[in-house]
């Protein structure tokens, strides 16, 4: 599963506890694309980011856009 790498930072079905780390459930998955998209070619700077979103491709992008988007706000509450 292609969001497990995600729970680390941002929570077990993307319900981050930590304020400094926004949640992924129920994010717009467009957004959430353009984002990854960011971070990957390096226009969005990041600390952890940046590496991470090297590793996927469009495709998985999307995937997990879905996938999030897809999931309830309060997943984890």
């Known amino acids: 599963m292609l969001g497990n790498t995600c729970a680390g930072c941002h929570g077990t079905l993307g319900g981050a506890e930590n304020v400094k780390i926004p949640p992924l ?33 469009d495709a998985e992008i999307d995937a997990m856009a879905a996938y999030f988007s897809a999931l309830h706000k309060q997943a984890n509450e």
């Open 25 to 57: 459930a129920g994010q717009d998955a467009a957004q959430f694309v353009a984002t990854m998209r960011a971070y990957r070619d390096g226009s969005k700077s990041g600390t952890i980011m940046n590496r991470v979103a090297r590793a996927y491709s």
